[in-house]
């Protein structure tokens, strides 16, 4: 349970600790399943963890944003955030800031304007699937847009957070 009186460090902190936990066993499953087909439980598995990573990296993102809000009056956090970063000649952080926050909204929203947008990024920080190579036709199948199993990304997200933390906090 992440508490209010914890800073975005802490936080972050916490939900690394919490997340290694899923990293791990994709990771497990991952090696287990190389080359040969995955049992269903192992599937079952795989998608349990891939779920609760998800789940975390939408909880530290909004959290961030929620924590980080006043230091902006009103509007989208992340675009005014990207638009600081820019100012302040931090690109690389503000292209970090911006692509985190598309795939969040991806992993929130599923497929639209964030989703086309990171179809349109040259070389994206992470994976992001073409929709045509997703399967939809079991019911209640996730809708695998953003691959968050692929090492780093986690880590990646967190970073970005603490370095957009460091910046807002020390401007």
Request: negative net charge; hydrophobic residues 40%.
């Amino acid at each position: 349970m992440m508490e209010a009186s914890q800073s975005v460090p802490e936080l972050v902190a916490t939900a690394k600790a919490n997340a290694k936990t899923s990293i791990d066993r994709i990771s497990e499953i991952q090696k287990l399943a190389k080359g040969q087909n995955a049992s269903d439980a192992q599937l079952e598995d795989l998608r349990a963890a891939t779920v609760a990573l998800e789940l975390a990296a939408v909880d530290i993102f909004s959290l961030f944003e929620a924590r980080m809000q006043h230091h902006f009056r009103r509007g989208p956090f992340s675009r005014k955030l990207e638009a600081l970063l820019r100012e302040a000649k931090k690109t690389d952080l503000a292209n970090s800031v911006h692509q985190y926050y598309l795939a969040i909204n991806v992993l929130k929203h599923g497929k639209g304007a964030s989703y086309r947008e990171l179809l349109d990024i040259s070389r994206p920080l992470f994976g992001v699937k073409p929709s045509t190579d997703i399967i939809s036709d079991e019911p209640d199948a996730p809708v695998d847009l953003i691959d968050i199993t692929v090492p780093g990304f986690f880590d990646g997200l967190t970073s970005t957070i603490l370095e957009a933390y460091d910046f807002l906090e020390n401007r």
